[in-house]
Nanobody, 124 residues
Framework: QVQLVESGGGLVQAGGSLRLSCVASGDIFNIHAMDWYRQAPGKQRELVAAISRTGTPTYADSVKGRFTISRDNAKNTSYLQMNSLKPEDTAVYYC??????????????????WGQGTQVTVSS
C-alpha cells in the first residue's frame, strides 16, 4: 500500500522555525511531484509549496521568502523548512504526492496520495 507520512509539526512561538518531513512508501514506480498543503479551521485547503522531480519549486505568495521546499528522490521524501513563522501559519499541513503506483498485477496507476496531516500551531 502506498502511504505518505508527515512529521515535524508542533507548537512554536512567532518567529520560530519548524521542519516538516513527508516520506512516501509502498510499491511506487515514480513520484512526479510532491506538494505541501495546509488547511485552517473554516478555510479551504490551500497549496503552500510544490516541487517537481527535477527540483523546481513554487510557493504561495504568503510564504515566499520564509518557507523552503526540497526533496530527496532516493528517499522518496520531501521537506518543508518553515522559518519566521507567524500565527496565521497555524493549520494542519498535508503532504500530497502525484505518483504512479504499481498494482499487484504489475500495472501502473497514476493518482494523488495524501498524508494524514500534521498540526502546526504558532502562538503570538
Amino acid at each position: 500500500q502506498v502511504q505518505l507520512v508527515e512529521s515535524g509539526g508542533g507548537l512554536v512561538q512567532a518567529g520560530g522555525s519548524l521542519r516538516l518531513s513527508c516520506v512516501a512508501s509502498g510499491d511506487i514506480f515514480n513520484i512526479h511531484a510532491m506538494d505541501w498543503y495546509r488547511q485552517a479551521p473554516g478555510k479551504q485547503r490551500e497549496l503552500v509549496a510544490a516541487i517537481s522531480r527535477t527540483g523546481t519549486p513554487t510557493y504561495a505568495d504568503s510564504v515566499k521568502g520564509r518557507f523552503t521546499i526540497s526533496r530527496d528522490n532516493a528517499k522518496n521524501t520531501s521537506y518543508l523548512q518553515m522559518n519566521s513563522l507567524k500565527p496565521e501559519d497555524t493549520a494542519v499541513y498535508y503532504c500530497n504526492a502525484y505518483l504512479s503506483a504499481i498494482t499487484t498485477g504489475g500495472a501502473r496507476v497514476l493518482n494523488n496520495y495524501w498524508g494524514q496531516g500534521t498540526q502546526v500551531t504558532v502562538s503570538s
